[in-house]
C-alpha cells in the first residue's frame, strides 16, 4: 500500500492511527474540519484507524449540545470514525495517576498562584503568546508548601527544567517542519493539573494519544509550540512518540484566524446554507497543499 504524498516519509508502522479531538467548547469552523479531513483520510488512504476524542476536561466550558453539533457536523462531512467516542471527562483517574508519577519523580510541584498572580491562561492550549509562567512556587520551601497545601488546592506545574535532566534533549517529527529538537524550556513551567478540574490539556492528550495507540497527530499549527512540552511528558511517563502534522490555520472571510467565537463560519452555519460537504473536503484539502 503507497501511503499519501502528506505522510511523513519514516512511516514504518502501518497501519497508523490518527485522532481528531474537539473540545466541545463551541461550534466547530472550517480549521476544525481540515484538521478532522486530513486525520480521516490519512487513515484511510492507509487502511489504518481514525477515532474521535472528545476533549471536554474542562467542565466550565464545555456543553452537551455542542458535542452533538460536532458529531452531526462530523456525519455531515461524511467522516466516520473507529471504534467507540472517548470523552475524556471520563477518564480523570487516568489523568490523576500520571499526574502522581510525574509527582513522585520529583518533577511536579504545586502552584498557587492566582490567575490574576501571573495574569496568563497558561493552562489552556492555546494560551496569550508570550505568557510564560516566572516560576513563583518553584522556589517554595517544603514546610511552606505543606503549610499552603493543608488549607488550599493547588494547580501543579512541571518542572521543565528538572524534567529535562531526567529526559536528556528530545527531538520530534512534524509532517512539514521535518524534525525538531524539543525546546520546552521556552514555554516555562506548564499546568500539567489545573486547580479546578485536576487534569490539564497537556497531561490528558498525551495520555490518551498513548492509551489510544495514536501514531499520528493532525491538528493546527497553533498547537505547534505546546508538542515541546507534550513530547517531554511522554518522555517522562514512558509513553510511545506520535509523528505530528501541524497543517496551516484556515482563514475566516476577513483574513483572520477562526475561532469559535466567528458565529457566521462554523460548519453547522455552512451546512445550513447548503453547502456541499464534498466540495469542501475538496476546497480544504487542496488549500493545505497550496497554502495563500
Ligand atoms: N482539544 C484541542 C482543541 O480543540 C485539540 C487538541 C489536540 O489536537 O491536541 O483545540
Redesign the pocket.
Known amino acids: 500500500m503507497t501511503p499519501p504524498d502528506f505522510v511523513v516519509d519514516n512511516v514504518d508502522n502501518l497501519p497508523l492511527t490518527t485522532?481528531?479531538?474537539?473540545?466541545p467548547?463551541g461550534l466547530l469552523h472550517r480549521g476544525?474540519a481540515l484538521?478532522a479531513v486530513l486525520a480521516w483520510q490519512l487513515a484511510r488512504q492507509t487502511g489504518g484507524r481514525f477515532i474521535v476524542?472528545i476533549?471536554d476536561i474542562d467542565t466550565t466550558r464545555c456543553r452537551p449540545e455542542f458535542e452533538a453539533a460536532i458529531l452531526e457536523d462530523l456525519a455531515w462531512l461524511g467522516l466516520d470514525w473507529d471504534g467507540p467516542l472517548w470523552r475524556q471527562s471520563e477518564r480523570g483517574a487516568l489523568y490523576a495517576t500520571a499526574l502522581d508519577r510525574l509527582v513522585g519523580m520529583g518533577v511536579a510541584y504545586p502552584c498557587f498562584c492566582t490567575r490574576a498572580d501571573i495574569a496568563a491562561a497558561a493552562s489552556a492550549?492555546?494560551g496569550p503568546e508570550g505568557a510564560v509562567y516566572p516560576g513563583t512556587c518553584r522556589h517554595l520551601s517544603a514546610s511552606q508548601r505543606a503549610e499552603r497545601l493543608a488549607s488550599e488546592r493547588p494547580a501543579w506545574r512541571l518542572d521543565v527544567a528538572a524534567a529535562l535532566a531526567i529526559s536528556g534533549p528530545l527531538t520530534w517529527h512534524d509532517r512539514w517542519a521535518g524534525l525538531q529538537q524539543a525546546q520546552p524550556l521556552a514555554g516555562g513551567d506548564f499546568v500539567v493539573a489545573r486547580r479546578d478540574i485536576g487534569t490539564a490539556?497537556a497531561l490528558a492528550?498525551v495520555v490518551d494519544?498513548a492509551a489510544q495507540g495514536v501514531t499520528d497527530?493532525?491538528?493546527?499549527v497553533?498547537?505547534f509550540e505546546?508538542t515541546h512540552g507534550?513530547r517531554l511528558l511522554q518522555a517522562l511517563l514512558g509513553l510511545p512518540e506520535p509523528r505530528y502534522h501541524h497543517h496551516g490555520l484556515v482563514l475566516g472571510s476577513d483574513g483572520k484566524r477562526l475561532a469559535k467565537r466567528d458565529k457566521g463560519e462554523t460548519l453547522t452555519m455552512l451546512r445550513a446554507a447548503g453547502t456541499d460537504p464534498a466540495r469542501l473536503r475538496a476546497e480544504l484539502l487542496d488549500w493545505c497543499q497550496h497554502p495563500h
Do not use: C, I, K, N
Not at 19 to 23: E, G, I, L
Not at 217 to 220: H, S, Y
Open positions: 485522532r481528531f479531538a474537539p473540545s467548547t476544525h484538521s476524542r476533549e492550549p492555546h490539556y492528550v494519544d497527530v493532525v491538528r493546527g497553533d498547537l505546546a507534550q
